[in-house]
């Protein structure tokens, strides 16, 4: 069964970059479409960005689009996100899950199950 783990979250200042790290174990990475999820507090989980497994198509939300950078190195099992030009709005955990993929082969911001891992915590002061 495929776990995930992320890391690499921390305090930055408003216009720095981060990069978050999702791990996995247990299972092929290559068999798996990945989503980014964050969840600033009291608010619901949202939808930040994802890649397919096959066609390597990805997925943007319009408020990180031209921002962050999500990409795959099956060699490592690991999924990143490159997040630059950071703003405090961005401050959530993030969490990165399996998600579903269409018949065209582009991932969708859906979960294939209903379990958060840990997370990592990222920060942006003013």
């Known amino acids: 069964q495929l776990q995930l783990v992320e890391s690499g979250g921390g305090l930055v200042q408003a216009g720095g970059s981060l990069r978050l790290s999702c791990a996995a174990s247990?299972?092929?990475?290559?068999?798996?479409?990945i989503g980014w999820f964050r969840q600033a507090p009291g608010e619901e989980h949202e939808g930040v960005s994802c890649?397919?497994?096959?066609?390597?198509?990805?997925y943007y939300a319009d408020s990180v689009k031209g921002r962050f950078t999500i990409s795959r190195d099956n060699a490592k099992n690991t999924v990143y996100l490159q997040m630059s030009s950071l703003k405090p709005e961005d401050t959530a955990v993030y969490y990165c899950?399996?998600?579903?993929?269409?018949?065209?082969?582009?991932?969708?911001?859906?979960?294939?199950?209903?379990?958060w891992g840990q997370g990592t915590q990222v920060t942006v002061s003013s």
């Open positions: 899950t399996t998600v579903q993929v269409s018949m065209r082969g582009q991932c969708l911001m859906a979960r294939t199950d209903t379990y």
């Open positions: 247990g299972d092929t990475l290559a068999y798996h479409a």
């Open positions: 890649i397919s497994q096959d066609t390597g198509k990805t």
